[in-house]
């Protein structure tokens, strides 16, 4: 099915998973704006990478091991107004790594999979994309850890539980957390996601809350002008 944004369309027809909030969430928060080099880790069909060449003059590299998916993502990297900074790359982070592939970047930005215990989607490609199986998260913060510029950003989104194991490993791998915006779906819910920024530098952790509605059910203002440049309605 083909989502159109302000800037761009997405196709995600054969992807494992869909078109979602978190990806727009993500892309809209994180600093982007000065890299020259970013890295997408698990693109999917592709929008948070489409996402970041609007907001960026950067040249991005999207790594996806569903070789559907990656061919769906260049799909969609071709028809965008930035086709010529995207590639879309069909590998594992664990391969991508052993390539000795060089330069370091700037971001690194990932909506990874991240059900550790639970009960598996149907299909063998759904539930690759949706749990860390395949790429555990010992696996994603020892490869940002390398592949990380010294003063570069790591940006990721995580339900609220897996979030907290997911700082604990990357603690481990010599990753500071630098900032943490709790995702409130609507007025009197509890969180749901976690938007995460790490570094290798040490800086005091910026917190806050972002509320997606109203009680009433409408979009807080917060929401739209977070997502403006991207949502046709806002």
């Known amino acids: 099915m083909a989502f159109r944004f302000k800037q761009f369309s997405v196709d995600d027809t054969g992807c494992p998973m869909k078109v979602g909030t978190d990806s727009v969430l993500l892309g809209a928060w ?126 990721l989104i995580l339900p609220c539980n897996e979030s907290a194991v997911f700082k604990t490993e990357a603690s481990k791998s010599g990753l500071q957390l630098t900032a943490e915006i709790l995702v409130v779906p609507k007025e009197g819910k509890s969180a749901n996601r976690a938007l995460l920024e790490f570094s290798k530098l040490k800086q005091p952790v910026r917190h806050s809350t972002l509320m997606i509605r109203n009680a009433n059910g409408e979009y807080t203002e917060e929401y739209k002008m977070l997502t403006s440049q991207f949502y046709l309605n806002f």
């Open 30 to 155: 994180a600093s982007l704006e000065n890299s020259r080099t970013i890295l997408d880790i698990g693109t999917g069909c592709g929008l948070l990478a489409l996402i970041a060449a609007q907001r960026s003059v950067a040249s991005i590299t999207a790594i996806e091991i569903d070789p559907v998916a990656a061919e769906v993502a260049a799909a969609n990297f071709k028809r965008s107004p930035w086709s010529e900074r995207l590639e879309a790359i069909c590998i594992s982070l664990q391969e991508y790594l052993k390539e000795g592939n060089p330069g370091l970047f700037d971001h690194i930005i990932s909506n990874p999979p991240y059900f550790i215990n639970s009960l598996k989607a149907p299909g063998k490609e759904r539930s690759n994309a949706r749990h860390t199986d395949l790429l555990p998260y010992e696996v994603i913060t020892e490869a940002v850890s390398k592949l990380l510029a010294p003063e570069g950003c790591f940006s």
